[in-house]
């Protein structure tokens, strides 16, 4: 058998596999971001509202969906309180515009706040508690989110 033509099936099985192994076009994919608040900062909580909005709008332009969560924990805790928060409006009005946007904040964090205020902090409406900050961040990245820390 001439040479030539004995590579011609492990040419074709190579342009198969390249074909399998291609990366997906990243139209109509799902991205996924976690942006993790740990500071009682204004600024750093409108950058961490600023990214969630503009991660969105530039998925939704191209075609593709995007989940985004925000995870509040420590000081960060504040952008979640229903009497602190510095960002509350915007938290109700984004959380009426997107409904790829979530918002965690730390069960940890809450329980400390509270018993230092004597009685249970109050949340956002928007907020769902979870038992730990750290670890939603962790589970979240495990299940194949990108990470911010605006």
Known sequence: MNMKFALIPMFVLGLIFSAISAPVSAAGMVHKLAIHVDENDKARMNMALNNAANVSSYY???????????VAYGPGLIMLSEEKSPVKAR?????????????????NTHRKMSKKLGHPMKLVSEAKMVTSGVVRLMELQEGGYSYVRP
Not at 94 to 104: I, K, Q, R, S, Y
């Open 60 to 70: 939704k332009s191209k075609g593709d969906t995007v989940e985004i969560e925000i």
């Open 91 to 107: 938290i109700a009005a984004m959380g009426l515009e997107m409904d790829n946007l979530t918002f965690a904040a730390c069960g």
